[in-house]
């Protein structure tokens, strides 16, 4: 049973995401009881009182970017999945998350990870970001506001860093990891990606470090034929190291 948590209603090329419970949620095909939605399976139908079927599914981390409540923009899930597979991330894994903006990672981490702590130095953002994870139903985040610097209580198998970086930072995460885990940072601009780069190489060694250009390009499929998006395909750099 669903019960009292958030959902997406999808149907006729609509899509809604509402909390199950109370109410009625209004759309031009008809009301839509949330109490019934509440009784319901992920995957079950509801109907609308005209008689209109709407699917009824419980949100995933993919979800939440595209509904969650935003403080900025988040990291695209392509550069999230990059994370995830390069540093090997599983379900034995304690993580830290830090820069939690809207939560959007920490949620992906969350599904991934035994346990995650994620902290934000605004505490606003924070807030937000607490509701989001509340409502992906993840027990093992723990959202906290504070700077990264504050962090004492490692060691973690992954730091992940999506935020402003300094070497203190990369100092930091490095003295907070077990032998054999990882490092990664998302940086959006090269002057900050040099800056990572060359600290965790002082740290981590040469050999350790490795740093990518986020990119992805969808297919564009016509009657006149098939090619590339033209969309802009760069996102930003992700760097990976690990400690040995």
Known sequence: MIGPNRVIVRGHGREYYVRAGEGKLSTDLGMIDLAAVAELES?????????KPFTVLVPRATD???HGKRTGAPMMPKDIGMVIAYTGMSCRDRVLDAGTGSGIAAIFFGGVADTVVTCEAREDFSRTAAGNIRDAGLSNVECRACDVLEVTDGPFDVVHLDMMIEPQHVEHAYGLLRTGGYFATYT????QTFCVMDTARRLFGEDAVQTFECMERELTRSARGTRPSTKVSHTGYLTIARRL
Request: glycine fraction near 12%; hydrophobic fraction near 45%.
């Open 188 to 191: 959006p601009f090269l002057e």
């Open 43 to 51: 995957g079950d139908v509801v109907q609308t009182h005209l008689g």
């Open 64 to 66: 939440f970017f595209s």
